[in-house]
């Protein structure tokens, strides 16, 4: 078995409702920081940065995963 073959085994026995609980806590993460003081002069300002940076790099780190699988698939 390959090694790929292995991590994918091994990660299809992994429930989903940890990864929800994943992708909740930066959010609330930047929220706590918005609440001490963390993000700086202007708080609402940064936290939406930041809350509008997450998606983007989630959705690219996606799209790069699935153009490397499907070029890996073609060769």
Do not use: D, H
Not at 10 to 32: K, T
Not at 61 to 68: D, M
Request: with cysteine.
């Amino acid at each position: 078995m390959t090694y790929a073959q292995t991590i994918n085994g091994a990660l299809r026995r992994v429930p989903a409702w940890p990864l929800y609980i994943l992708g909740v806590l930066p959010g609330v993460w930047f929220f706590y920081l918005g609440l001490t003081g963390g993000l700086g002069p202007e708080p609402i300002k940064a936290l939406e940065q930041e809350l509008g940076r997450l998606p983007c790099s989630c959705s690219l780190s996606c799209w790069r995963s699935l153009r490397c699988e499907t070029t890996r698939r073609l060769t």
